[in-house]
């Protein structure tokens, strides 16, 4: 198959990385796997041969001649045409327990479809997820540095994250211009701290992160409106309350600040 650039594909070639993928997710006989982006179906086979049960989500038509050639047999094996962004992933099982999803993410996909699917995390329990080095490292970051932000406090919120390996350029076809980082995050239904209105609480996160070189107070002054607080006035002792200085840079907080503030507002 001929990738298309307008999907962001890159398949994986060989078998060493796929593998060491499979054996982190090391399926149990005949549990259901959700595969998003399944490709030429490196992993996809890998997965079947350990026993799961796969339920491949693919965007590409073109694929589907070759991934039902392969696979088409297994009675393990579902092959699903469609976006997996608008694609609701706990309609796809006929049980009400959770899954798990293992995927090769595109680069320009990646952070909508971790909202995505961290949105549905009552029916998903961990993803196994090959990223873009870099969203990796933005995904992991503690407070403090600069690749900490927004989409940090999203997956940290919610999962449990532990980074596995990395993946060179080299394993895919084409070779892309960057390194892939394989991540698991085991995902939790409620938040990991305690806040009222976890939402909220992600709309004060991105408010912070809009101007990251701004400070904590000005970034709050700039987004009063979607806070719904009907002062400026108000921000000082609001941040007073939380024991939060207003003149700290927004990468800074950790989630327990971030919850505080969001319960005071």
């Known amino acids: 198959m001929r990738p298309k ?5 890159n398949f994986l070639t060989g078998s060493a990385y796929p593998r060491r993928i499979v054996d982190a997710v090391n399926p149990a006989p005949d549990e259901p796997i959700l595969e998003i982006g399944p490709g030429e179906g490196a992993l996809t086979g890998l997965l079947l041969d350990a026993g799961a049960r796969v339920t491949a989500l693919e965007v590409d038509p073109d694929l589907r001649p070759h991934l039902l050639q392969l696979y088409g047999s297994n009675p393990r094996f579902n092959l699903l045409l469609a976006d997996a962004l608008l694609t609701n992933p706990c309609q796809l ?16 996909i990646a952070t909508p479809l971790l909202q995505h699917l961290i949105a549905h995390r009552h029916c998903i329990a961990e993803m196994t997820l090959m990223l873009q080095r870099e969203v990796v490292e933005r995904i992991v970051a503690p407070p403090g540095g600069r690749e900490y932000g927004y989409l940090s406090v999203l997956v940290q919120l919610y999962a449990e994250v532990r980074r596995l390996f990395d993946v060179p350029p080299g394993a895919f076809r084409p070779v892309p211009k960057v390194t892939s980082s394989v991540i698991r995050l085991r995902l939790a239904t409620a938040p990991r701290v305690e806040v009222a209105d976890p939402a909220r609480l992600l709309l004060l996160a991105r408010t912070l992160f809009a101007q ?5 107070l000005n970034n709050l002054r700039a ?21 939060i200085d207003p003149q700290r840079r927004p990468e800074t907080l950790d989630l327990a600040e971030l919850a505080r503030l969001t319960d005071l507002i």
């Open 5 to 9: 650039r307008r999907l962001g594909q």
């Open 93 to 108: 099982f006929p049980f009400d327990g959770r899954f798990r999803v293992v995927a090769n993410l595109p680069y320009y």
């Open 223 to 243: 987004g009063l409106g979607p806070l719904a607080i009907d002062s400026a006035a108000r921000l000082p002792a609001l941040l007073d309350a939380a024991s």
């Open 212 to 216: 990251r070189r701004k400070t904590i």
